[in-house]
C-alpha cells in the first residue's frame, strides 16, 4: 500500500485491521471484461462523440426545463475523462458546486477523492464524475421528482455517450434516476450489482453512499467500503494506463 493509498485509509476510518482484497487469480470469478485495445471507441472516444459531448455541455448551461435555472449560479456537467471506465453519479450539486462548476467539490469531495485513492484509482485519470440533477436546488433541499425527470435526459445521453464499463451511484436520488423506484433506501439497493438499460444498452451499476452522509455517518463507511470493492470488482480498473 503506497502513502497515498495510507492517507485514504485514514479518512475512511477503516483502520489497520482492513486489507485491499487480492483479484482472484481466475479471471473468470470477476465480471470483468477484457482489456479493450487502445483504438477501441469505448477506450477512446471518437471526435465525433467528443463533438457530441460539447454539444450537450453546451445545452445543458442553457437549460430552461425547471424552475432551477433562475437560482442557480452555474450548471454542473460532470468533470474527468470522457474515457473513463468508470462513471460516479451523485444526486445534486451543493452550494460550492454552484458556485464552482464542478461536482463534488469540499469535505464531500475530498472524502470521494479518499475512497477512490483506497482503490487506486484517481479522478484526474480514472472516473468521471457528475450528479443525476445539473443544478442546486436552493438550501440543499432534495430534488423533487419533476426536477430529476426533466434532468434525467442528459444524464442518460452522458451514459450512453460515454459507453462507461459500470456506474457507481452514490445516493437515494441517483439511484431512483436511473434505476426507477420511489422510496427504496439505499439499504435495500446495495450490495449487488444491477442492470441499469439506456437505450437498449445495459451497464452494470452498483448503489452507495452519498459521501456527505458518510461525514455524518461514519458508521457505515466500511459499508460504502465493500461496495467499492464490489465495484472494482465488476468494472475493472479505472483505465488502461
Not at 479518512?11 to 483479484?23: F, H, I, K, T, V
Not at 436511473?178 to 452498483?206: K, T
Not at 459499508?223 to 467499492?228: E, G, Q, S, T, V
Amino acid at each position: 500500500m503506497n502513502p497515498s493509498q495510507r492517507r485514504a485509509w485514514a479518512a475512511l476510518e477503516l483502520g489497520p485491521r482492513w486489507s485491499n482484497r487480492p483479484m482472484p487469480s481466475d479471471a473468470s470469478a470477476l465480471a470483468v471484461s477484457p482489456a479493450i485495445d487502445a483504438r477501441d471507441p469505448v477506450a477512446v472516444p471518437a471526435p465525433a462523440a467528443d463533438v457530441r459531448l460539447a454539444e450537450l455541455r453546451s445545452e445543458v448551461a442553457r437549460c430552461t426545463r425547471c424552475e432551477l435555472c433562475q437560482s442557480r449560479s452555474r450548471t454542473v456537467f460532470g468533470s474527468g475523462p470522457t474515457s473513463a471506465r468508470w462513471m460516479i453519479v451523485g444526486d445534486a450539486p451543493g452550494a460550492q458546486e454552484d458556485a464552482s462548476g464542478e461536482p463534488f467539490v469540499g469535505p464531500s469531495g475530498q472524502l470521494l477523492t479518499h475512497m477512490l485513492q483506497a482503490l487506486g484509482l484517481t479522478r484526474e485519470r480514472d472516473v468521471f464524475i457528475t450528479n443525476a440533477l445539473k443544478c442546486h436546488p436552493p438550501e440543499n433541499r432534495h430534488p423533487t421528482a419533476q426536477e430529476i425527470s426533466r434532468c434525467l435526459p442528459f444524464l442518460r445521453q452522458q451514459v450512453t455517450q460515454q459507453a462507461p464499463r459500470g456506474l457507481l451511484l452514490m445516493g437515494r436520488f441517483a439511484a431512483q434516476a436511473l434505476l426507477g423506484g420511489d422510496e427504496e433506501r439505499i439499504s435495500a439497493l446495495r450490495g449487488r450489482v444491477h442492470e441499469c438499460e439506456i437505450d437498449g444498452v445495459r451497464v452494470p451499476a452498483v448503489v452507495t453512499f452519498h459521501p456527505e452522509y458518510l461525514l455524518r455517518h461514519s458508521a457505515v463507511k466500511a459499508l460504502a467500503w465493500a461496495d467499492l470493492c464490489l465495484a472494482r470488482d465488476h468494472f475493472g480498473p479505472g483505465s488502461d494506463g
